[in-house]
């Protein structure tokens, strides 16, 4: 019966793919099913995973936002110059008196060498920036990474090494034979690291998603050294979005390539230095899944962590490592050897975090992509993993600079055709094993929508739940998510924010209310906020008791970019810092307190 039910169950899914891409009626896969009496899905759980995820991809589709006259923002994606010396902003409103630290901020700030240009939003020039708020009164500085990338760059005045997006071309002082030559070398990773602030052992480093690292020097924002992750471990690169555990203890993954084939590794890294010239000293991996189709691992962006797992997310939008080794030879760059599969399914891997040892059990779910998770906690026996998802993996081109820079109905056929990215739950049993029901929902939670099947001795399917309305649609769905993080992170939570999408870059700031899936808004038009941070008020006993901030840009001449500072329990605007230079739409970024957080409140 467990073969037949396994059979049943991948023919099964093969047809709802063929439904889910308009190849096969649902009256065949209904038919299809009524064929397997002896192990009968129950009725409403078998809707659920077919017509109910159908249709509601179709009513999403039905119902989003759809452009019309959307204004360029190509001056957010130029290249500025760097502000190097502090200068004092102009209050409006005023700043909390307990708000006493600084806010850094990351993403790309240089966009071309000599008459060379980049192809991709990801390729820019790493341009460190600081917003230092005492006393009512807040200061600007940047500083551009002075990566081996931005200094070979620059001295040749052109562009010399490869990024995510755009490739190299050999140099042209060499003669023909040379040039043909270099075709056959590999590029070499780059260590511009415009994505992130992340902390190690006290200290912090701006990341990307390479081996390569700088550790920063927070006041002046140069780097202090360049950090290989490949010196320490077996890594070929890891993400710029590491998890913590309150006592410091980093988590993080990264891709290792051997001859068996493509491994994704869960890292851990101490919270505690050896020595005061200790960097990734004493990183271990703690665990190795090996990827699906070994020439053709997932891409991840970031992963889940709860208290006591790491939850990695294989998603079917895949590197092709034939084509990535070829690259060079074919004149192609990395992000056209990335391609979106959806016929395969996506996998959720837990993994014990303590022990190392994965599940037993593959948590699948439906084909989706995403780039950053927002929470995941455990409770009642059941691990909740909320993510931002979209329903396909071809958004990353989307972002090529000839993309972001266009205008008029050009600009809107572009956003029209993305597919926008909303905040959804899994919820995964945890005790599974040869007693648990076959077929029927294992999800008990009272009032949640997500279910969870048992569908041979190792596979459970999972659908989501939507943690949002039908409103959200107006406001292009949300990327950026942030949370309380130093108190809620692993922990069942009610808020969180993020940027609403209603162009190609966030034009809004939402605070989501888990409790009735309810939000609120921050909009102005003109203006673009960045991913919005939480800073957590002195003493603060709700979860949404403190402020937000985000860096707000502007693409309209005579208009200031300015930080914005929002109460985040109204989420009404409670002062702002106008700078009068222009700042380029970012990535990511962190608040580093200068005031002293009592024991049990991080």
Known sequence: MVKAFRLQHLLFISLVNLRRNSYCPISIVKHFHSLFKPVRIQRVAFLRLTGASTRAMATEEKNRWRAKGLPCIAPLVSSVNETTVPITTEIHGHVPAWLSGSLYRNGPGKFEFGTQTYNHWFDGMALLHKFKIKGNQVTYKSHFLRSDSYKANSEHNRITASEFGTLAMPDPCKNFFQRFLTRFVMP???DN??????????????????????????????????????????????????????????????????????????????PEKTGPEDSLQEAKVVCSIP???????SYYHSFAMSENYVVFIEQPLKLDLLQILTGKLRGRALNTCIYWDPHQETVLHVVNKHTGKPSAVKYQARPLSFFHQINAFEEDGFLMVDLCCLDDGRVMNNFLIQNLRKSGEALDEVYNEMCFAFPRRFVLPLHVDENTPYGQNLNTRHCSLATAMKMSKDVVFCTHEDLHGDDLREYGGLEFPQINYARYNTRPYRYFYACGFR?????????????????????????YPSEPIFVPSPGAV?????????????????????????????????????????????????????????????
């Open 188 to 190: 070499k990773p780059t």
């Open 193 to 270: 690291a415009s994505v992130h602030f992340v902390k190690y052992k006290g200290d912090y480093y701006v990341s990307t998603e390479t081996n390569l690292m700088h550790r920063v020097d927070l006041e002046t924002l140069m780097s202090k050294e360049k950090v290989d992750w490949s010196k320490f471990i077996a890594v070929n690169g890891a993400t710029a979005h590491p998890h913590y555990d309150p006592d410091g203890t980093a988590y993080n993954m990264g891709n290792s390539y051997t001859k068996k084939g493509a491994f994704y590794n869960i890292i851990r890294v101490p």
């Open 291 to 297: 990827s699906a189709n070994k020439n053709k691992p």
């Open 503 to 527: 162009h190609l870059v966030g034009d809004s700031l939402i605070k989501m209310d888990l409790q009735g899936k309810k939000f609120k808004v921050w909009y102005q038009p003109d203006f």
């Open 542 to 602: 709700d979860e949404d008791d403190g402020v937000i901030l985000s860096v707000v840009i502007t693409p309209i001449q005579g208009k200031n970019t300015f930080l914005l500072i929002l109460d985040a329990r109204t989420f009404e605007e409670l002062g702002r810092a106008e700078v009068p230079v222009q700042i380029p739409y970012g990535f990511h970024g962190v608040y580093e307190s200068e005031v002293l957080i009592p024991q049990g409140q991080a």
